[in-house]
C-alpha cells in the first residue's frame, strides 16, 4: 500500500502520468492517448480521444468478469415495507430495457431525460439507461417545488420526463404527477412525453398521448446494447444552489467521471468489488449520484438505495438495521442525520441490538462535521467516524483521509488532508498565498482532477465568471477555511450566500427574491443562522413598504408559505422578523454575516463603513427577544 505523501506527490506533480495509470482501471472501448486537454471554456478536459460507456461499465463488465449473479443494488424501503435484492444480471436486465423505452420515445445521444423521482431502484435504472445511450440524465430532487422544476424543465429542455406517481414521506404521501404537470405548465419548454411509474399507492392520472406507464412500456421493451461514447460526453446535469435564483446546471462526463470514481472507491472509502456500500443520500444530490449509483457499481460493490429516514421509520434504530440486515462495510451519509439519530437515541441503545461487525467505518460530508457528533459517533460504535469535504461540483471528495493508501489519524474539526489529484490552496482576497493556519478563500489549483465539472449547462460564461476569473489559474469553492501546521484542512463555512440546511444545499438570495416580490415588503435580508438539528435554517428579515397596512403574522405565514411553494418544503423557512431597518455600510451592503454571527453568539466586528451605528444594539435586543435557537 502506497503512502499519502508519495500517492499525493505524484499526482500534483505528473497529474497525467497519474491519471493514465488510474485510467487502465477501468474497461474502455478506445483506451485514450491524450490524457489532459485545456480549451478556452474548460482548463481541465480529460481522456478526450478516449471511448466508452458508463452503463456498459457499471453492469455489463462485471457480468464479463463473472459477477453476474452477485447482488448489486438492494432497495430497503422501511415507508412502504419493501425489499428487493437486483443481481448485476437483473439490473442490468431493467436498464437494457428502459435505454429502448426511452429510445422508443425517439430519445437520442445528447438528447436529455429529466428524471423527478422517489427513491425507488426505476431512479438508478433510468440514470443507467440515460448513459446507455448517450442520453444526458438530469435528477431533480424530490423534495424541490414544481416551481423548480420548471425552472430546471427550461434550462435542461428534457426531450423526456420520467416520474412516479408518488413518494412517500415517513407516513405522508406526496403525488408527485400534479407537480410535473404543474411545473410543465410553468415551463416555457415542453417535453415530448412524460414516463410514469405507477406506485400501488397513488395511480398518477396520465394525459393521452404525452404520459406513458413505465410498467406497460418496459413489457414491450427489447434489452439493448450500450453504445460507445467520446469520453467528454455529457453524462449529466446536475443543478445546484449558486448565489442567485438561477440554479447552475453542473455539467459532467463520461471519461473522467468513471476514473474518478472508480478510483475514489478504493482510495478514499477502501472498498473492492462484492464490499456493501451504503451512501445514506438521496439519488437527487450529488452523493446519490457518485455513492449510490455510480462508483459503487463502477466498482463492482453492492449498493443500497434506502427509502427511509434516519429516524421514524420506524425509530432511531434504521441505519444501524439496514447496516447489520445487509452487513454494510461503510456507511455515509450527513452529520445532520447523525445528529437527528443521537437526539433520539443519546445512549445509543439501538447500536447496541444490531450485530455491527462487518461495519468498518463512517464517512460524513454535506456540511462541517461537528465535534460534539463526532464525539458522539466515535464514542457509541468504536468505528473509524471520517469527514470528508465536497461539493456538487467537485463529484468527489476533495480532501478526507484516503483509507486504501494509509491509515492516518483523524483530527475532530478537520475534514482531511487534500484528495490525490487536487492542489488545495488558501488565498486571501488579492490571491496571496496564506501561510498555515490562516483563513481565507479556499482554491484548487488548475486543472482539476478528472471528474469534476466540465462547464455549466448552456452557460460556459457563468463558470467562467463563478469560478475561474477570481483568481488566475485557480478554481474558486467558495468555502473558507485554512490548513494547519500538518496539512489538514479546516472548512469554516461557505463565503458566499450559499447554505445548508439538513445536508440540503440552498440559495439565500433566491429566498430573499421571493420574500422581495411580497407587495407588502420593501426590503429583506435572508441568511442562515445556526440549528443543533439541521446545522443551519434560514431567517428573513423584512422591512415593510410604508403606508400598506398588513398584519404582521399573515404576512409572515404569507412569506413563509411562498418560500415554501417556490423552493420546497425542504427550505425550512420558519422565523420571518419584521424590522424597521437593516444594518448598511455607507455603500448599501447588507451586514448579513455580522448580523449572522450576533445570532449565533460568535465575535463580530462592525465595519467602520456602517452608516448609522445605533441600529446594532438596536438589532441585538431585535434578535434576544425574537430568536429561537
Ligand atoms: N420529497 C418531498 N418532501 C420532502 C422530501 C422529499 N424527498 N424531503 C424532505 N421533504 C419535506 C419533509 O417532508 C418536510 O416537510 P414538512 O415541513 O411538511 O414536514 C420538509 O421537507 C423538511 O424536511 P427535512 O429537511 O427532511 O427535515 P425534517 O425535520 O423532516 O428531518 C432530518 C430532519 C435531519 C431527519 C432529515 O433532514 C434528514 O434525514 N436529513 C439528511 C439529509 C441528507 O442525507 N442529505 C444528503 C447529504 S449527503
Ligand atoms: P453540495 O454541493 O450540496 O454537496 O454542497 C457543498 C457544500 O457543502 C460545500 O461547498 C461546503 O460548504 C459544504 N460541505 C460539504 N462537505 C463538507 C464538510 N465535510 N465540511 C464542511 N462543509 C462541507
Not at 403525488?175 to 405507477?198: F, G, M, N, R, T
Not at 421571493?514 to 423584512?542: M, N, R, Y
Not at 463580530?604 to 456602517?610: A, D, H, L, M, R
Request: proline share 5%; net charge neutral.
Amino acid at each position: 500500500m502506497m503512502n499519502y505523501a508519495d500517492e499525493y506527490k505524484k499526482s500534483i506533480e505528473s497529474p497525467i502520468a497519474f491519471w493514465q495509470e488510474q485510467a487502465k482501471n477501468i474497461a474502455w472501448y478506445k483506451t485514450p492517448i491524450q490524457i489532459l486537454s485545456t480549451d478556452s471554456s474548460n482548463p481541465s478536459q480529460w481522456f478526450v480521444d478516449g471511448e466508452l460507456n458508463t452503463s456498459y461499465l457499471a453492469l455489463d463488465h462485471h457480468i464479463e468478469q463473472g459477477r453476474g449473479e452477485q447482488i448489486a443494488l438492494i432497495y430497503d424501503s422501511p415507508v412502504t415495507q419493501t425489499k428487493q435484492k437486483f443481481t448485476y444480471n437483473q439490473l442490468l436486465e431493467q436498464v437494457a430495457k428502459f435505454a429502448d423505452v426511452l429510445q422508443k420515445q425517439q430519445v437520442n445521444k445528447g438528447d436529455r431525460v429529466l428524471i423527478y423521482m422517489p427513491m425507488i431502484p426505476q431512479a438508478a435504472i433510468a440514470m443507467l439507461a440515460c448513459a446507455r445511450i448517450g442520453a444526458i440524465h438530469s435528477v431533480v430532487f424530490g423534495g424541490f417545488s414544481a416551481h423548480e422544476l420548471a425552472i430546471r424543465i427550461d434550462d435542461a429542455q428534457p426531450k423526456v420526463i420520467v416520474s412516479a406517481s408518488c413518494g412517500v414521506e415517513i407516513e405522508k404521501i406526496i403525488e408527485y404527477k400534479p407537480l410535473v404537470d404543474k411545473a410543465i405548465e410553468l415551463a416555457k419548454e415542453k417535453p415530448q412525453s412524460c414516463i410514469i411509474y405507477q406506485r400501488e399507492m397513488v395511480e398518477a392520472k396520465l394525459q393521452k398521448n404525452r404520459d406513458f406507464c413505465w410498467q406497460t412500456l418496459i413489457k414491450t421493451a427489447n434489452a439493448i446494447k450500450a453504445i460507445p461514447l467520446p469520453a467528454t460526453h455529457p453524462l449529466y446535469i446536475l443543478y445546484t444552489s449558486g448565489t442567485t435564483g438561477t440554479p447552475k446546471g453542473v455539467v459532467r462526463d463520461h471519461g473522467g467521471h468513471a476514473v474518478a470514481m472508480q478510483y475514489s472507491m478504493e482510495t478514499i472509502y477502501g472498498m473492492t468489488a462484492g464490499d456493501v456500500f451504503w451512501a445514506a443520500s438521496d439519488v437527487g444530490w450529488v452523493v446519490g449520484h457518485s455513492y449510490i449509483v455510480y462508483a459503487p457499481l463502477i466498482a463492482g460493490c453492492t449498493s443500497i438505495l434506502y427509502e427511509g429516514k434516519p429516524i421514524k421509520t420506524p425509530d432511531a434504530g434504521a441505519f444501524w438495521r439496514v447496516c447489520s440486515e445487509y452487513k454494510v462495510n461503510a456507511l455515509f451519509s450527513a452529520p445532520t442525520a447523525f445528529r437527528a439519530i443521537a437526539k433520539e437515541d443519546p445512549q445509543g441503545k439501538f447500536i447496541q441490538q444490531y450485530d455491527l461487525s462487518h461495519l468498518q467505518r463512517l464517512f460524513l460530508a454535506g456540511e462541517r462535521l461537528d465535534p460534539a457528533t463526532y464525539s458522539w459517533l466515535k464514542d457509541k460504535t468504536q468505528l473509524s467516524v471520517i469527514d470528508h469535504w465536497w461539493q456538487t461540483e467537485t463529484g468527489w471528495a476533495i480532501a478526507g483521509i484516503p483509507l486504501g493508501i494509509k491509515n492516518m489519524p483523524t483530527k475532530a474539526g478537520s475534514a482531511g488532508v487534500p484528495t490525490p489529484g487536487f492542489k488545495v490552496e488558501i488565498l486571501d482576497s488579492l490571491g496571496k498565498q496564506l501561510p498555515a493556519n490562516t483563513s481565507g478563500n479556499i482554491v484548487l489549483k488548475l486543472p482539476l482532477p478528472p471528474g469534476c465539472l466540465t462547464t455549466i449547462w448552456q452557460n460556459p460564461q457563468r463558470y467562467q465568471l463563478g469560478y475561474l476569473s477570481t483568481f488566475d489559474g485557480y478554481y474558486l469553492t467558495g468555502d473558507g477555511g485554512y490548513i494547519d501546521e500538518d496539512g489538514y484542512l479546516f472548512i469554516m463555512g461557505r463565503t458566499d450566500d450559499v447554505i445548508n440546511v439538513a445536508g440540503h444545499r440552498l440559495s439565500t438570495g433566491e429566498m430573499e427574491e421571493i420574500v422581495s416580490a411580497h407587495h407588502a415588503v420593501a426590503e429583506c435580508a435572508v441568511f442562515g443562522i445556526h440549528d443543533e438539528l439541521k446545522g443551519q435554517v434560514p431567517l428573513a428579515l423584512v422591512i415593510t413598504k410604508n403606508g400598506v397596512n398588513i398584519d404582521k403574522s399573515l404576512l409572515q405565514a404569507e412569506l413563509r408559505q411562498s418560500v415554501r411553494e417556490k423552493i420546497g418544503a425542504i427550505a425550512s423557512l420558519k422565523q420571518v422578523l419584521i424590522v424597521e431597518r437593516l444594518p448598511k455600510t455607507r455603500s448599501g451592503k447588507i451586514l448579513r454575516k455580522v448580523m449572522r454571527q450576533m445570532i449565533d453568539g460568535e465575535p463580530y466586528q462592525v465595519p467602520s463603513t456602517i452608516d448609522d451605528t445605533a441600529i446594532i444594539p438596536e438589532l441585538d435586543d431585535v434578535f434576544k427577544k425574537n430568536i429561537l435557537t
